[in-house]
Nanobody, 112 residues
Framework: VQLQASGGGLAQAGGSLRLSCAVS????????MGWYRQAPGKQRELVAK???????SYADSVKGRFTISRDNAKTTVYLQMNSLKPEDTAVYYC???????WGQGSQVTVSS
């Protein structure tokens, strides 16, 4: 497995969860990592990503609540999710853009 996500689960509205994505060293690229999500009946959408220019891009819906980070030594990417809302319920996927590699997805469910 080249991208292994973990840390999803059930949270109450207003709560927090942290997702982790362990990436194989052979494909890890620090400025090509990101998180996407797909809610039932909806298209997959960007949540947060590191850009090739070295900055970070967030979806408007998660700005100020979610934080993407990485540990290059561990080749792991994280998504800290605070102030969760029911509309954050989705399967979350980590992604490496240079080789278009996807993780297996991690379910996040937020109850009201």
């Amino acid at each position: 497995v080249q991208l292994q996500a973990s840390g999803g689960g059930l949270a109450q509205a207003g709560g927090s969860l942290r997702l982790s994505c362990a990436v194989s060293r052979s494909i890890f690229s620090s400025n090509a990592m990101g998180w996407y999500r797909q809610a039932p009946g909806k298209q997959r959408e960007l949540v947060a990503k590191f850009t090739s220019g070295g900055s970070i891009s967030y979806a408007d819906s998660v700005k100020g609540r979610f934080t993407i980070s990485r540990d290059n030594a561990k080749t792991t990417v994280y998504l800290q999710m605070n102030s969760l809302k029911p509309e954050d319920t989705a399967v979350y996927y980590c992604h490496e853009s240079r080789g278009n590699h996807w993780g297996q997805g991690s379910q996040v469910t937020v109850s009201s």
